[in-house]
């Protein structure tokens, strides 16, 4: 596919997902009463990071661009050829589409979490306020996704959109690990002698 960007612009780049590797390590840490507040930032500031190219995205698909040079918002049509006025960068709309298809970027059902996010983070300050608040943010899909289990398969849980996996059903097994596992916070606490 050609891509119609000038040879100036900003490439069209998105977050990337959460590994589940850091997620698990600052689980264990926690549950451990280790702080390791580098971990924490990455893991909280990835996952800030990645609710906005969900909302940036998301905002896309209803007419409201995001220009990738300035911030400033380019509005368009599904066919446009995008261009900010502001400060000239450009694509074309199937090559703005093209960058995030497939990539599970698009907050559907799930957005007010993916938002209530985003607002929590700028006012988290200490330790415990970002470790809440990605327990909040990883157990809300959860929880929904197993309250919600009858629902069609056209029905994912948004986690899937955040964490790093081959599929929904890798992702599901990682958060059911990572609350009921053997080493989980959970376990842990319900058997002292851990």
């Known amino acids: 596919m050609m891509n119609m960007l000038k040879e100036n612009a900003s490439p069209?780049?998105?977050?990337?997902?959460?590994k589940q590797d850091k997620l698990r390590r600052l689980y264990e840490n926690d549950a451990r009463g280790m702080r390791d507040d580098e971990l924490l930032n990455d893991v909280a500031f990835g996952l800030y990071s990645r609710c906005v190219s969900i909302l940036e995205v998301t905002d896309a698909v209803k007419g409201r661009v995001k220009c990738h040079g300035c911030a400033g918002v380019i509005p368009h049509a599904r066919e446009d050829h995008l261009r900010c006025?502001?400060?000239?960068?450009e694509a074309a709309w199937k090559d703005y589409q093209h960058s995030y298809?497939?990539?599970?970027?698009?907050g559907g059902a799930?957005?007010?979490f993916f938002q209530g996010?985003?607002?929590?983070?700028?006012?988290?300050?200490?330790?415990r306020e970002k470790m809440l608040a990605i327990d909040d943010l990883i157990h809300q899909f959860h929880w929904?996704?197993?309250a919600n289990q009858a629902l069609p398969e056209a029905v994912r849980p948004a986690a899937a959109n955040l964490i790093e996996g081959?599929?929904?059903?890798?992702?599901?097994?990682f958060l059911d690990a990572l609350t009921?596992?053997?080493?989980?916070?959970?376990?842990?606490r319900m058997i002292p002698d851990r």
């Open 117 to 127: 996010y985003v607002a929590r983070f700028h006012r988290t300050n200490t330790h």
């Open 166 to 173: 081959r599929g929904m059903r890798e992702v599901l097994q």
């Open 144 to 146: 929904y996704h197993k």
């Open 85 to 89: 006025p502001a400060c000239g960068w």
């Open 180 to 188: 009921y596992g053997e080493d989980s916070t959970v376990v842990r």
């Open 110 to 112: 799930a957005l007010p």
């Open 12 to 18: 069209i780049k998105w977050a990337p997902k959460v």
């Open 101 to 106: 298809q497939e990539k599970q970027l698009f």
